[in-house]
């Protein structure tokens, strides 16, 4: 069946699950102007780079909500590259498109809040010209406007619109265990508090082990301070209580939208809110028809967080904290793996998985790489076979395993990347456990790695950068073995 503005609704066959598809909308942004803070004489430059996106197509006639991400730079005062906020395009039904975009300046949380006025009498001006006011705490700290350049920026805002097919996260989020031994099936968060740089991380794990008998769920959670040692707390194992929502056992749960739970001395009540896309690390077919070994997804690219982490005598409040879940479906462990995930700002990702099978043959192949970046709401690759499978045979893209660095590099298309990713030994938590076959498995996890990512592309004869991206504490990455 289909209805309007675009939405699409498919029904699966398997398990009589439904999934949703809505064909929604992107672009970019870029608008240039000034800001007067109260108390000053002088204005400031500023410039505003957005992301917008929306899960419905444009509605003219009608009011389209939707999220914008981005960076906002105002001269000698602030540079945030994680600005977010919302839009609300109604530019007949109301006559506006309404601005509204936190950041941060100066360890202040403030926020613009401004609308175009549209006219029929000036329809060019109206729609390119933004007076907003500053807010903090509700109070005004400053007026100013903001201008969209016709010459410069229409041609690359008409190139940046995208109608992308969005896939409901919830669905995904679903335990996808069928009664199988020799399984495991995994839910985990990572994310970074901004206020205080502290990194977590939470894992919830169903084991179907491979001899048949009872399966089990248990997990753990840490916390990773700034400047205090690396703290962690199993739970389980218990019996198996999951269902279509997702996690739940020992009164731990990880399900859409919310994560609850204790171990130890641990406790966190969180509220997700999806930020991006889902994005399929592996081949989207590998984790509706489970034929690798195993497949990882996030059902949102990206994830804000709120609410409460307690671990010893410390107690965090988090607000709009940037991170992600993901889910792992297979047979087991990898022989040997490395996992990034990297919030890049502005709503772009780039995540990583590189692994040697655990399957004869397989074995004693180099690590298959599987990276995705998404940028400005596209996706690089364009499909993630490429970078496991090149068209020069395997290994297309190569990862070089080991502590406390590691790296990926590889080339599709007109582009090539490199990444290098470090993992210092204060920073990084070592945990072991039993894959469903009864080997031992060790991860080697930090919520605190730090992360350089270098994307070229290919232009007049010669490789030019094109961006370029370092994280200090804030990328998540993990190195396993078996």
């Known amino acids: 069946m289909s209805t309007d503005h675009g939405e699409r609704s498919a029904r699966g066959t398997k398990g009589g699950r439904e999934a949703r598809f809505t064909r929604g909308t992107a672009f970019g942004e870029t608008m240039l102007g000034s800001v007067r803070l109260d108390g000053e004489e002088r204005t400031r430059r500023v410039r505003l780079d957005l992301r917008v996106s929306a899960d419905r197509a444009l509605r003219p006639l009608g009011t389209t909500e939707a999220r914008a991400t981005g960076r906002i730079r105002i001269a000698g005062w602030a540079d945030d590259p994680h600005a977010e906020g919302e839009l609300e395009i109604s530019p007949l039904a109301r006559r506006r498109i309404r601005y509204r975009v936190t950041f941060t300046a100066d360890g ?12 029929p009498r000036r329809p060019v001006a109206s729609m390119t ?70 990194g977590l991380w939470l894992h919830h794990e169903l084991t179907a082990p491979a001899d048949g008998s009872e399966p089990y769920a248990h997990g753990w959670a840490a916390v990773f301070p700034k400047d205090a040692p690396v703290r962690h707390a199993r739970f389980g194992p218990a019996t198996w209580a999951g269902g279509e929502g997702g996690f739940a056992a020992d009164g731990i749960s990880a399900g859409p939208g919310r994560l609850t739970g204790a171990a130890g001395t641990l406790r966190w009540d969180l509220t997700e809110r999806a930020t991006g896309a889902p994005l399929f690390t592996f081949p989207r077919w590998s984790w509706r028809r489970p034929l690798l070994p195993a497949a990882q997804i996030l059902p ?14 410390a107690h965090l409040t988090l607000g709009d904290a940037p991170g992600a879940s993901a889910r792992i479906h297979g047979h087991g462990n990898a022989r040997r793996w490395a996992w990034l995930h990297a919030d890049l700002g502005g709503g772009d990702v780039l995540e990583i998985v590189a692994a040697v099978s655990m399957r004869p043959g397989l074995r004693r192949l180099p690590p298959l790489v599987f990276l995705r970046l998404r940028r400005a709401g596209r996706t690089w690759p364009r499909r993630p076979e490429r970078t496991a499978v090149g068209w020069a045979g395997i290994g297309r893209f190569r990862a070089a395993i080991g502590l406390p660095t590691w790296t990926v ?74």
């Open 409 to 482: 590099t590889g080339r599709a298309g007109l582009r090539r990347i490199r990444v290098e990713v470090t993992q210092p030994d204060d920073r990084t938590l070592a945990l072991d456990y039993t894959d469903p076959d009864g080997a031992r498995a060790v991860c080697r996890n930090s919520e605190r790695a730090d992360a350089h990512v270098l994307v070229e592309r290919w232009w007049f004869g010669g490789w030019r950068t094109e961006s370029a991206w370092t994280l200090d504490g804030t990328a998540h990455a993990e190195v396993g073995t078996r």
């Open 129 to 198: 010209v933004l007076p907003y006011t500053l807010h903090e705490d509700g109070a005004r700290v400053g007026t100013g406007t903001l201008r969209f350049p016709l010459a410069t920026g229409l041609l690359p805002f008409l190139a940046s619109f995208r109608f992308p097919r969005r896939e409901a996260p919830e669905p995904l989020a679903a335990a996808r265990w069928k009664g199988e031994p020799g399984r495991i099936e995994v839910w985990y968060t990572t994310l970074t508090d901004p206020a205080t740089g502290t």
């Open 108 to 119: 202040r949380r403030l926020t613009l809040d401004g609308w175009k006025s549209v006219t």
């Open 300 to 313: 949102a690219a990206t994830a804000a967080y709120d609410g409460t982490f307690s671990y010893d005598a």
